[in-house]
T-cell receptor
Framework: NAGVTQTPKFQVLKTGQSMTLQCAQD?????MSWYRQDPGMGLRLIHY???????DQGEVPNGYNVSRSTTEDFPLRLLSAAPSQTSVYFC??????????????FGEGSWLTVV | GDSVTQMEGPVTLSEEAFLTINCTYT??????LFWYVQYPGEGLQLLLK?????DKGSNKGFEATYRKETTSFHLEKGSVQVSDSAVYFC??????????FGKGTKLSVIP
């Protein structure tokens, strides 16, 4: 099984450029999310979705947009990249709430550098 | 708000040594607790979990017990191997779909 697939794996952007990080899952999971990982800070939630057509903000949403038109896909858009968005981005999915013990599955990450 | 505090690394151990990585949490209600592991260049993988007080999660020789009285979920392994070298994250979920992570502890095991 492919699980959670992210593309691209590596990307260098110039300040002000826009781009989309792609995320797809083949497990028919309702819940999907995007985290960013910065040195010494663990992972922080950017945006999440509890189903097609439903999205909401996480802890650090500024500078990012998301949409969820299908169950499988959850792209993350950077509209005008800034050096502060240099980070490793992880997409995740789960069948249900982690509180209930559901496993959250992570993609392999996308390394983004903004110069 | 919810938070997770785990011991800072890096931690360097010799092969076959005993491992403990401390994790304490602050949360409302009754969270579920998790340990995730990240091997170099890879995403996070669930290592073990516990959903209620006194539960013990275990996997691949690792164990952690959900201690509500001390709000802790310490990770232990009796004999580490070089292949256990990775970053370990303690995390909780307290009523939403998201996970709240600690900052991670890097473990290096030397032969």
């Amino acid at each position: 099984n492919a699980g959670v697939t992210q593309t691209p794996k590596f990307q260098v952007l110039k300040t002000g450029q826009s781009m989309t990080l792609q995320c797809a899952q083949d497990m028919n999971h309702e819940y999907m999310s995007w985290y960013r990982q910065d040195p010494g800070m663990g992972l922080r939630l950017i945006h999440y979705s509890v189903g097609a057509g439903i999205t909401d903000q996480g802890e650090v949403p500024n500078g990012y947009n998301v949409s969820r038109s299908t169950t499988e896909d959850f792209p993350l858009r950077l509209l005008s990249a800034a050096p502060s968005q240099t980070s490793v981005y992880f997409c995740a999915s789960s069948k249900g709430q982690a509180l209930s013990g559901n496993t959250i599955y992570f993609g392999e990450g996308s390394w983004l550098t903004v110069v | 708000g919810d938070s997770v505090t785990q011991m800072e690394g890096p931690v360097t151990l010799s092969e076959e040594a005993f491992l403990t990585i401390n994790c304490t949490y602050t949360a409302t209600g009754y969270p579920s607790l998790f340990w995730y592991v990240q091997y170099p260049g890879e995403g996070l993988q669930l290592l073990l979990k516990a959903t209620k007080a006194d539960d013990k999660g275990s996997n691949k020789g690792f164990e952690a017990t959900y201690r509500k009285e001390t709000t802790s979920f310490h990770l232990e392994k009796g004999s580490v191997q070089v292949s256990d070298s990775a970053v370990y994250f303690c995390a909780l979920s307290a009523g939403s779909y998201q996970l709240t992570f600690g900052k991670g502890t890097k473990l290096s095991v030397i032969p």
